[in-house]
Structure formats: C-alpha cells, structure tokens
T-cell receptor, first 115, second 110 residues
C-alpha cells in the first residue's frame, strides 16, 4: 500500500536548465497538490490538479512553471530556465476526494538545488 | 489575508518532558485544522480537527481545537528523542488549499 511517491528525491540543476519533478499519488487518489517549502518557511500552495485538469494554479509563478496530471502516469511539475531562487523542497500531496473534505497525504519531496 | 501562526518557533526539551505546541489562525471560512509531523522527509499526518472542544488522541500525542479562540494545541507527553521534528499546523478554509504555519522545531535531548 504505497504512499505518495516523488522522484527524484534530490535534483541539481544549473541556472537556465529545466527541472522536471514527478509525483505519483496514492492508489485511489485522483487529486494532486503541489507545495513549495523554502528554508525556515511553511509549505506554500502552488497548484491543484485532477486527472487531465488544472483546477487552481493561483500559487504558481506565471512564468517558467507549469504542471500537468495526464490520464496515464504521474503528475509533473516543470520548471523551465531555473534560477537560484527556485532552490527549495517541492512536495506533492494527494487526496481521494476534494481536500476540503479529505486529508491530504504528502510525498517525501524533491529537493531542488540550482547552482 | 488568511494566515496561520505557530508558537514557539523552536523548543528544546529533555526526554520525559511534556510539551505544548500552539497554533492560531485567521481564515475567512474555517473548515478544518490539521497537524503534521515533518522529519527529513514527508510531512506525516497526525490529526484533523473540525469540532471545538473534542480532544483527539494518538498514543502520547493529543490535540484539541478551540474555535472561539481560533487556536489549537498539540500536546506530547513523556517526550522521546524520536519526537524531534518540525510540527506543522495547517488550516483548510473550505477549499482545497491548505494554509500552513512555519512550524515549531522540537528537539528532544536524551
């Protein structure tokens, strides 16, 4: 009964490169959320997706960041042309139903370091 | 703007001590409050609280919500070194967005 899976766990990129972060939700969960955690800060909501739909991306920077949750396969958070300020831990969470009625369960996170 | 504030920011205790962590919130449409434990990996779910005054308990951990005071406490009794972690409080304001506090960093010394 695997929990939320994220890979890679650690990712190092140079400025200007692309970063792709993957998230596989728990079995039976169709709602995925991405959060970013900067050092000494709480988790900040980025985007909420259901299968093939972006429901809310209000927490995601308008440029360089995109997210998808295809019909088959994991959810992907993509950061193009990374900058040093993108260095953070990115956590994915999933829930069975809309999280307003259901608990979100978190993956182990991907720690992105931009050199 | 919705916000969640946790206190203290950090805490150092000795094994066997009891600790109380605080979480206060200001949100426009409160639905639930959640506590998570974060070690060097995934935040692990501890409790979800929706009703005021009803204590939730799991082993040495317990939590209660006070909707009048817009706050919650998390108690850990007989602390152990394995309790060392960051404890995160999150509030759901009736939507899917969780609003997190910055966490309380607890260190338990042997």
């Amino acid at each position: 009964n695997a929990g939320v899976m994220q890979n890679p766990r650690h990712l190092v990129r140079r400025r200007g490169q692309e970063a792709r972060l993957r998230c596989s939700p728990m079995k039976g969960h169709s709602h995925v959320y991405w959060y970013r955690q900067l050092p000494e800060e709480g988790l900040k909501f980025m985007v909420y997706l259901q299968k093939e739909n972006i429901i809310d991306e209000s927490g995601m920077p308008k440029e360089r960041f995109s997210a998808e949750f295809p019909k088959e396969g994991p959810s992907i958070l993509r950061i193009q042309q990374v900058v040093r300020g993108d260095s953070a831990a990115y956590f994915c969470a999933s829930s069975r139903n809309d999280a307003s009625t259901d608990t979100q369960y978190f993956g182990p996170g991907t720690r992105l370091t931009v050199l | 703007e919705d916000k969640v504030v946790q206190s203290p920011l950090s805490l150092v205790v000795h094994e066997g001590d009891t600790v109380t962590l605080n979480c206060s919130y200001e949100v426009t449409n409160f639905r639930s409050l959640l506590w998570y434990k974060q070690e060097k990996k995934a935040p692990t779910f501890l409790f979800m609280l929706t009703s005021s005054g009803i204590e939730k308990k799991s082993g040495r951990l317990s939590s209660i919500l006070d909707k009048k005071e817009l706050s919650s406490i998390l108690n850990i009794t007989a602390t152990q070194t394995g309790d060392s972690a960051i404890y995160l409080c999150a509030v759901s304001s009736g939507t899917y967005k969780y609003i997190f506090g910055t966490g309380t960093r607890l260190k338990v010394l042997a």
